[in-house]
């Protein structure tokens, strides 16, 4: 049975905390309710936020960092923020953090897919600004509305007017569809994935995976990407690993940092994953260029890990292991 959207907007209503700006909070709801008419499950995981819950992130992977006299530092956390205390959104209750849960309500789906693309773009129509439209830095989940006011404004004790456009006219798609039929659409257009195939091909021949030339993006080719890479892990550092396709401890610890400038199968497995997972490389070809690189910075941001696009230990874990 699919998450009932009374669940959606209860644990939204929970994450985004008392000091959400009541504006906030009514447009994250309606975008919750919009999404769910369309079949997308969307929940919020953040709204409101402490300065010293602020200073408690910032401090993850930052050695020696304190705030107001208190030490914050964490280094057994990987770093998930650039922002300082006040020097978020959030902490004024005027950001939100979104993530679409799985049909069941169970897992949250951080891919940014359509259906994440969607919730964006129905936040918008309700007022907000999205991370995911920003130059440099951008920021999935994230989504807020700030009336024009900076951080030192805020901070300073300006508070923003906003209106809410909940009210307002909406005029929902012209196409609902079930959620079922998404899926089927989105199988059958990856029927036939030249560039999947190719991933087939070969693992077929490097790794005898003995897998279907059929174009789609199966659990077993998750799998069989596991195979190589330990296969590689072997060869390459005699790393001693069962080649058994599954990610565990043992694999992570015998990954070794993959980057801009690499060449050989290793990158074209790390391609290959990101490829099936929605993160186009622009080339699956063993080489981390440009494309690749673009794709581990998304991949990276829509997993909350540290930006650095470095496939490091964290990153084959995420992309490997989940
Ligand atoms: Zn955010």
Redesign the pocket.
Known sequence: MPVSLQTLLERSVKNMGSGIHPVIKESALEMIKRAYEEGIYVQIS?GYRSMEEQAKLYGQGRLGYSYNGKNYSNMSKPKVTNAKPGQ???NFGL???YFISSDDGRRGLWTVNDQWRRVAEIGKELGFNW?GDWKHFK?Y????MAGGLSYSQLQSGKRPSLTSKVSGTYTPPERKVAPEVIKKESLSKNNGDPIIKAIQKTLNSRYNAKLDIDGLNKTKMKTALIKGLQTELNKQFKAGLDVDGKWGTKTKAAVRNVRKGAKGNITYIVQAMLYIKDYNPKGVDGHFGDGTESAVRAFQRANRLDVDEIVGKTTFAKLFGS
């Open positions: 953040a978020s959104y959030h950001a939100i953090d991370g920021d989940p994230h989504l807020e």
